[in-house]
């Protein structure tokens, strides 16, 4: 059963594109679902462990204050006094965000969104890798109109997102977040329109399906 992921620059599409893919398959998509599983998990909010995919060196002090829904009746400015030194909260997200990935993929029909993904299931051949891209001044439109941001914005928006979604997959996988050789499949969604861009992907799945197994 296909399992795709799609890393995206900021205002390409990646959920539009990812939505026509998924229902196409009759797949689950994992984004914002992995999100609130993982959070669930450590008890924490889910905007928490997304700002680590945002933020990633600023996350800590977020996931620090919101420990404190542990202990509510203690409030935020209580401090254990026999801290465990050996649980790093922001190294327990990755580690439940990936173990989360794995576990969807090891199901198969499924469309993974963002995570670097694709980089933590490279050595799987069953697993399509999609890369989705834009000219700036197409994204920017495109941001423009959807979160009816100014120019102004939605260009720093973009530039702050792309920077740490690349920063992101560089600390974690030591990989360049833009490099082609990453991935199965690059879809400029400023040359296409995201129905052209799924269907180019679901292609690319068929393709992939024909494989015969153990190949190479």
Known sequence: MPVVTISRQFGAGGSS????????????????NLV??????????PADVEAESEHPRKWIERVIR???SLEPALGAAWTPP???????????????TEETIKVAASSGNVVIIGRAAGLLLRDRIDVFRVFLRAPEEARVRTLMERY????AVAKRK??????????????????DWCDPDEYDLIVNTGRVD???AA???????GRRSEVPAGAK
Do not use: C
């Not at 594109?17 to 914002?32: F, G, N, S, T, W």
């Not at 009816?148 to 120019?151: K, R």
């Not at 269907?199 to 799945?205: E, F, K, N, P, T």
């Open 148 to 151: 009816a941001w100014t120019e």
């Open 66 to 68: 919101s420990f404190s």
């Open 194 to 196: 995201y129905r052209t």
């Open 36 to 45: 609130d599983e993982v959070a669930a998990e450590l008890n924490l909010k």
């Open 17 to 32: 594109v990812a939505e026509l893919v998924a229902a196409d398959l009759h797949a689950e998509i994992v984004d914002k």
């Open 82 to 96: 026999y801290p465990d030194p050996f649980f790093d909260p922001r190294a327990e997200i990755i580690r439940l």
């Open 158 to 175: 973009l530039h702050e997102t792309d920077t740490n979604r690349a920063a992101y997959t560089k600390q974690l996988y030591g990989r």
């Open 199 to 205: 269907d180019m992907i679901l292609r690319g799945v």
